[in-house]
């Protein structure tokens, strides 16, 4: 039995709180653990294997929401997915350019990347009309940043609000190929317009202003499409009329889950984790680099590479963190563990300046507003910037009542923040956690000594 009393607490209304409390004499983060499988390369993993001849499999998919709801979409436009498991999951593609048109309008949940990335193979179907949807959350969400593009290709596309929420209604066209500059490094937006490019004759560019993660580049290679990359410029093209072929896809451990433990060892006295099969492609690996920026102790062991994707077993154990600033071109690669590394923040001594990081406002919650209000509320000392945070370490921490405002992330990063505080903790609505981490309470208490 764990050190820490951890009790889930069922509502009428079908929302749970999570009720952390530290024991007098502290805990330890001890064990080796597996997170799930990489949320980015699931729903890639998916999504190609859908649009390619032959059949997919794929070996250590995220059994999470999100995922699910990519597999329900393109279940609905044709292709042959079966029932979702992390040991084997097969995909029947039906080829590129064939989906069929919905009776019903396709519905997303809360998965942004599902949405951005879909509308991209949406847009580039001639004659067909779809209609997409999410949940409250996502339909809060701004969706220009990748419209706009797709209406440089002559993709037809409405929506709420100058078209920019959904639900969204796309007119399928043949597109044009562009070269489109990014304002943001997103691989959200370069994943949809090198899909949009997949169907459309010529050759479609995309330029960032700095490297965003790589998975699709990484994939759509595998399964034959003709890509080049400039890396000096941060610009791939995408050759169009291409044919995908189903693959094999073992599915690494998702770095943004193996953020909260590697962040729960290092902050909590005594610890030593190893957190194994973790993916650590280069362009996701910035919590690393903050990590060691501010003194953790991590290493990496038996280092391999599984379909493309570099890996490794994460080890983890308790130090003394100092604070130090993340900002600038690393933004793009820690985006979504930015929550968790704030949590690091407030146990690391001086100052912590978090900047460049304005996305953080428009992900499932306002983040940058959410984590300053529940930390705070905790006893830490975060002020928000318009484009990141300002967390002064070294304040001990207590026990309060917090709110995850259905946030998957902003639910874990507190309650890792609460096995270092003092007191009882209660995260309200902590089920958003399965969002991407179905089992997160489960492996909590089983690291907990």
């Not at 070269?179 to 459309?200: D, E, F, M, R, W």
């Not at 995908?244 to 451990?253: A, C, N, S």
């Amino acid at each position: 039995m764990s050190a820490a009393v951890l009790i889930l607490e069922t509502q009428e209304n079908a929302s749970h709180n999570l009720i952390i409390q530290r024991p007098p004499a502290g805990l330890s983060i001890q064990g080796r653990i597996k997170v799930p499988g990489d949320k980015s390369i699931s729903h890639r993993a998916l999504m190609l294997g859908a649009i390619a001849e032959c059949e997919t499999q794929i070996q250590g998919l995220l059994l999470g929401e999100d995922p699910r709801s990519t597999a329900n979409c393109f279940r609905v436009l044709g292709a042959e997915i079966s029932e979702l498991n992390t040991e084997f999951v097969r995909v029947k593609g039906i080829g590129l350019g064939n989906f069929q048109e919905p009776f019903d309008v396709l519905n997303v949940g809360n998965s942004g990347t599902t949405i951005r990335l879909m509308l991209g193979l949406l847009a580039s179907h001639p004659g067909r009309f779809f209609t997409v949807t999410g949940d409250d959350s996502l339909r809060s969400r701004p969706m220009s940043r990748v419209v706009k593009p797709l209406q440089q290709m002559a993709a037809e596309i409405w929506g709420r609000k100058g078209n920019s929420l959904a639900p969204l209604a796309i007119q399928g066209q043949a597109l044009k190929p562009i070269h489109y500059h990014s304002p943001i490094a997103s691989a959200q937006v370069k994943s949809c317009i090198l899909l949009a490019g997949l169907n459309t004759e010529g050759q479609t560019t995309f330029t960032e202003p700095a490297l965003s993660r790589d998975h699709s580049e990484r994939m759509l290679r595998a399964f034959g499409a003709e890509l080049s990359i400039d890396p000096e410029t941060n610009s791939v093209t995408v050759t169009g009329n291409a044919k995908l072929y189903g693959q094999k896809v073992i599915v690494p451990g998702d770095i943004s889950s193996a953020a909260f433990w590697l962040v729960a060892g290092a902050i909590v006295p005594g610890s030593d984790l190893v957190v194994e099969n973790v993916g650590v492609n280069p362009t996701r690996t910035g919590v690393l680099e903050a990590l060691s920026m501010m003194g953790a102790d991590i290493e990496l062991e038996n280092q391999r590479e599984v379909t493309g994707e570099p890996v490794a077993d994460l080890r983890v154990c308790s130090s003394q963190l100092k604070s130090c600033t993340i900002a600038g071109d690393i933004i793009p690669r820690l985006i979504d563990e930015i929550p968790i590394l704030a949590v690091a923040a407030a146990f690391a001594q001086g100052t912590t300046i978090i900047r460049d990081a304005a996305e953080l406002r428009v992900k499932e919650s306002d983040r940058i507003t959410v984590m300053a209000q529940q930390l705070n509320q905790m006893g830490a000392k975060v002020t928000q910037l318009p484009d990141g945070m300002e967390i002064t370490g070294g304040t001990p921490l207590m026990g309060a009542e917090v709110d995850s405002y259905t946030d998957h992330r902003i639910a874990m990063s507190l309650a890792i923040a609460a096995l270092n505080a003092s007191g009882t903790t209660t995260i309200h609505r902590a089920e958003a956690a399965a969002i991407s981490y179905p089992n997160f309470t489960k492996t909590l208490v089983e690291v907990c000594r």
